[in-house]
């Protein structure tokens, strides 16, 4: 694990508040300085004032004009060691001045337990209240894992003791309560309570030992930490997770909560039960179905609609049947909706609607129980993969936007990468097997999405099977606008079928696939309250923030060695981003990174995947345009200036963006 030391540094820097006394370099308010005759007391102080506030402008300025591209920070420290342990908010009454009345309580910055750090259950701290007695939280949870649990009943009542504040309603555990009792073998319930959770329940009482100072660094916004862990303490914070044990990190509202930036870790809204879903059923005998595991979409004329974003299934008549919405506006406080239908012909007609219970919530459950059984193999066989480190690096993109235009592109010369482009698979299956390859994570600002809830889009399906990038979520705030979120060496451990709420664990992943590094970039949504509709995706200013954003991502993978970028129609489903618009943007990005290597040889390793997620006419339109300007020589900048002028220059309010970005090449040409 490691963290910012200069971080941690800065952040204590910040909180000392200076006494009136220190400020103006005297102890005593009344006391003349003699050295300074013809200066009367008020005019050697207001002078000492003011030569220290021009000596901190100074500073400042040689800190600004000392920053250097490439636009993101120096790697992280390996250290998270913080020697101060105490820091005073308020001095005490011997630097105070007289007359003005000082409180001279001190805060404790205790190591572990402040807002730098996340706030383990085995911290001190950790404290519940009983019959008016202030009570160890880690000493209840020992006493209650150093028990045999034997059946899920056992299981929930554990959880819900140590969380002695809840409301325990029939529905708090429902899925879970399913899953064990009606829908695992008796051989794979044996398997859990015999050996999978005896194990667990000994790793978790290890977290003091596993985490060195009982503290983890929080990913804060616009700073730039790295965390490592080893699959093994993954292990022991996701079991914790599942146990919902970590202090003030269940659901969070009010946006003065200590954690409201941050995103749920705790597990108990996968526990609870599952939405109904309203169906409506198409009777009119065309079956346009598929029963690929992976959806297949409607190609429609309009371009703005999201690939892969309808979960059909097969009715008993031989008709369709398509999520339209959920009915259950409950869960709409806990994670994100899906994604957007896709249009359906004129033919399509609606003659019965029924709702339906999901097992969205238990196939996620299924898919966390093996992470967990399949660990448990490893722990007890002591395998060297539970030594394995994970890396999880917050990026941050120094320069402005204004800045990156101005520098970058609207100047640069950098050629277009090469690419290819797939109509078929996805990234995480159809990936080059190789360690030089970054998969991209269609992320929502706050990491994972709904992966804890009714989520079940690229990125939650990803944190579902590569189970570890889950932890997470304990510690990486909201990203901004100039952030990304690096993953390193993240272990897939489950098959899927499905999308949406179609997903299901399909078993154990067996092929012996590298360790890939995933990307996180969060797009706009450009269906939110902010934007007056998707068309403000092609103004400038939000051309630029997908662009300088996807640029950090792509520019850190290949600094990590990774040359290859697989990735697709990032933002283009629920959040109504145009696919061709982010085609050229995620190219352009990635062709930029070019400009880090003096070697043309070096220069064409950086390679593009671009995965249209079964959409066959969409493949087909972006070849043909990049074979038009690849052919051409098209630099990043002349590709820029030419989308950029799309919102104002476009022949019709109609008018396509290839057909314009076509038309202004070939009118350049002649």
């Given at each position: 694990?490691?963290?910012?030391?200069?971080?941690?540094?800065?952040?204590?820097?910040?909180?000392?508040?200076?006494?009136?006394?220190?400020?103006?370099?005297?102890?005593?308010k009344?006391k003349?300085?003699?050295?300074?005759?013809?200066?009367?007391?008020?005019?050697?102080?207001?002078?000492?004032?003011n030569?220290?506030?021009?000596n901190?402008?100074?500073?400042?300025?040689n800190?600004?004009s000392?920053?250097?591209?490439?636009?993101?920070?120096?790697?992280a420290?390996?250290?998270?060691?913080?020697?101060?342990?105490?820091i005073n908010?308020?001095?005490?009454?011997?630097?105070?001045?007289?007359?003005?009345?000082?409180n001279?309580?001190?805060?404790v910055?205790?190591?572990?337990?402040?807002?730098?750090?996340?706030k383990l259950p085995?911290?001190?701290?950790?404290?519940?209240?009983?019959?008016?007695?202030q009570?160890?939280?880690?000493y209840?949870?020992?006493?209650?894992?150093?028990?045999?649990?034997t059946?899920?009943?056992?299981?929930?009542?554990?959880?819900?003791?140590?969380n002695?504040?809840w409301?325990?309603?029939?529905s708090t555990f429902?899925?879970?309560?399913?899953?064990?009792?009606?829908?695992?073998?008796?051989?794979?319930?044996?398997?859990f309570?015999?050996?999978?959770?005896?194990?667990?329940?000994k790793?978790?009482?290890?977290?003091p030992?596993?985490?060195?100072?009982?503290s983890?660094?929080?990913?804060?916004?616009?700073?730039?930490?790295?965390?490592?862990?080893?699959?093994?303490?993954?292990?022991?914070?996701?079991?914790?997770?599942?146990?919902?044990?970590?202090?003030?990190r269940?659901k969070?509202?009010?946006?003065?909560?200590?954690?409201?930036?941050?995103?749920?870790i705790?597990?108990i809204?996968?526990?609870?039960?599952?939405?109904?879903?309203?169906?409506?059923?198409?009777?009119s005998?065309?079956n346009?179905?598929?029963?690929?595991?992976?959806p297949?979409?409607?190609?429609?004329?309009?371009?703005n609609?999201s690939?892969?974003?309808?979960?059909?299934d097969?009715?008993?008549?031989?008709?369709?049947?398509?999520?339209?919405?959920?009915?259950?506006?409950?869960?709409?406080?806990?994670?994100?909706?899906?994604?957007?239908?896709?249009?359906?012909?004129?033919?399509?007609?609606?003659?019965?609607?029924?709702y339906e219970?999901?097992?969205?919530l238990?196939?996620?459950?299924?898919?966390?129980?093996?992470?967990?059984?399949?660990?448990?193999?490893y722990?007890n066989?002591n395998?060297?993969?539970?030594?394995?480190?994970?890396?999880?690096?917050?990026?941050?993109?120094?320069?402005?936007?204004?800045?990156?235009?101005?520098?970058?592109?609207?100047?640069?010369?950098?050629?277009?990468c090469k690419?290819?482009?797939f109509?078929?698979?996805?990234?995480?299956?159809?990936s080059p097997?190789t360690?030089?390859?970054?998969?991209?994570?269609?992320?929502?600002c706050?990491?994972?999405?709904g992966?804890?809830?009714f989520?079940?889009?690229?990125e939650?399906?990803?944190f579902?099977?590569?189970?570890?990038?889950?932890?997470?979520r304990?510690?990486?705030?909201?990203?901004?606008d100039?952030?990304?979120?690096?993953?390193?060496?993240s272990?897939?451990?489950?098959?899927y079928?499905?999308?949406?709420?179609?997903?299901?664990?399909?078993?154990?992943?067996?092929?012996?696939?590298?360790?890939?590094?995933?990307?996180c970039?969060?797009?706009?949504?450009?269906?939110s309250?902010s934007?007056?509709?998707?068309?403000?995706?092609?103004?400038?200013?939000?051309?630029?923030?997908?662009?300088?954003?996807i640029?950090?991502g792509?520019?850190?993978?290949?600094?990590?060695d990774?040359?290859?970028?697989?990735?697709?129609?990032?933002?283009?489903g629920?959040?109504?981003?145009?696919?061709?618009l982010?085609?050229?943007?995620q190219?352009?990005a990635l062709?930029?990174?070019?400009?880090?290597?003096?070697?043309?040889?070096?220069?064409?390793?950086?390679?593009?995947?671009?995965f249209?997620?079964?959409?066959?006419?969409?493949?087909?339109q972006?070849?043909?345009?990049?074979?038009?300007?690849?052919?051409?020589?098209?630099?990043?900048?002349?590709?820029?200036?030419?989308?950029?002028?799309?919102?104002?220059?476009?022949?019709?309010?109609?008018?396509?963006?290839?057909?314009?970005?076509v038309?202004?090449?070939?009118s350049?040409?002649?």
């Amino acid at each position: 694990m490691s963290n910012n030391s200069q971080g941690n540094s800065d952040q204590g820097k910040k909180l000392r508040q200076t006494t009136i006394g220190e400020l103006f370099g005297v102890s005593d308010k009344r006391k003349r300085n003699e050295n300074n005759s013809g200066e009367s007391y008020i005019e050697s102080l207001r002078k000492k004032r003011n030569e220290g506030v021009n000596n901190n402008n100074l500073s400042n300025a040689n800190e600004s004009s000392s920053s250097k591209f490439p636009p993101f920070k120096e790697k992280a420290s390996k250290s998270f060691s913080n020697n101060n342990n105490t820091i005073n908010y308020i001095n005490n009454n011997n630097n105070s001045c007289n007359g003005i009345p000082t409180n001279t309580k001190k805060r404790v910055y205790v190591e572990g337990w402040n807002q730098d750090h996340v706030k383990l259950p085995c911290h001190e701290n950790n404290v519940y209240f009983q019959n008016s007695k202030q009570l160890s939280k880690w000493y209840l949870i020992k006493t209650l894992l150093s028990q045999k649990i034997t059946s899920v009943k056992q299981l929930t009542q554990v959880i819900a003791t140590i969380n002695s504040n809840w409301t325990v309603q029939t529905s708090t555990f429902y899925s879970l309560e399913v899953l064990f009792e009606s829908i695992l073998k008796q051989e794979e319930r044996d398997v859990f309570f015999n050996t999978t959770l005896p194990c667990l329940q000994k790793l978790a009482l290890e977290l003091p030992d596993l985490i060195p100072k009982k503290s983890i660094p929080l990913l804060l916004q616009d700073k730039e930490y790295n965390v490592e862990l080893t699959r093994k303490q993954i292990c022991c914070l996701l079991f914790h997770a599942f146990l919902c044990t970590f202090p003030r990190r269940n659901k969070v509202t009010n946006p003065s909560d200590e954690y409201y930036s941050f995103p749920t870790i705790n597990f108990i809204t996968l526990f609870k039960k599952s939405p109904l879903r309203k169906i409506k059923k198409n009777n009119s005998g065309n079956n346009n179905s598929n029963k690929n595991t992976t959806p297949v979409t409607n190609n429609t004329t309009n371009n703005n609609t999201s690939v892969g974003s309808s979960s059909n299934d097969t009715n008993n008549n031989g008709g369709t049947t398509e999520i339209i919405n959920i009915d259950d506006t409950s869960i709409l406080d806990e994670t994100i909706i899906d994604e957007l239908v896709s249009p359906l012909g004129e033919d399509f007609s609606f003659v019965e609607e029924e709702y339906e219970e999901t097992n969205l919530l238990i196939e996620k459950l299924k898919t966390i129980i093996h992470y967990f059984t399949k660990m448990v193999i490893y722990i007890n066989n002591n395998d060297p993969i539970i030594n394995e480190i994970v890396s999880f690096e917050r990026k941050v993109l120094l320069q402005t936007n204004e800045e990156m235009v101005d520098l970058v592109w609207k100047k640069s010369e950098e050629k277009l990468c090469k690419l290819e482009i797939f109509d078929m698979g996805t990234i995480e299956d159809n990936s080059p097997k190789t360690l030089r390859c970054c998969h991209v994570d269609f992320a929502n600002c706050s990491i994972g999405g709904g992966v804890l809830g009714f989520g079940a889009v690229q990125e939650e399906i990803r944190f579902l099977i590569n189970t570890e990038c889950i932890v997470s979520r304990l510690f990486t705030e909201e990203l901004l606008d100039n952030e990304v979120l690096l993953i390193k060496n993240s272990k897939r451990f489950a098959k899927y079928e499905g999308y949406s709420y179609s997903y299901k664990f399909a078993g154990d992943f067996t092929d012996n696939d590298p360790n890939y590094s995933i990307v996180c970039i969060d797009a706009q949504n450009y269906n939110s309250n902010s934007f007056r509709s998707t068309r403000d995706q092609y103004k400038e200013h939000n051309i630029v923030r997908e662009l300088n954003k996807i640029y950090l991502g792509f520019l850190s993978s290949v600094n990590n060695d990774c040359t290859i970028i697989s990735t697709g129609n990032l933002g283009c489903g629920a959040f109504g981003g145009c696919p061709k618009l982010k085609f050229l943007i995620q190219l352009m990005a990635l062709s930029q990174t070019k400009m880090f290597y003096e070697k043309q040889e070096d220069k064409a390793k950086i390679f593009l995947n671009y995965f249209t997620f079964y959409n066959i006419e969409l493949k087909k339109q972006l070849k043909e345009v990049y074979t038009l300007l690849f052919q051409l020589e098209v630099s990043v900048s002349e590709l820029f200036n030419i989308i950029c002028s799309y919102n104002t220059k476009k022949a019709t309010p109609t008018q396509d963006l290839f057909g314009f970005v076509v038309d202004q090449l070939i009118s350049e040409q002649i």
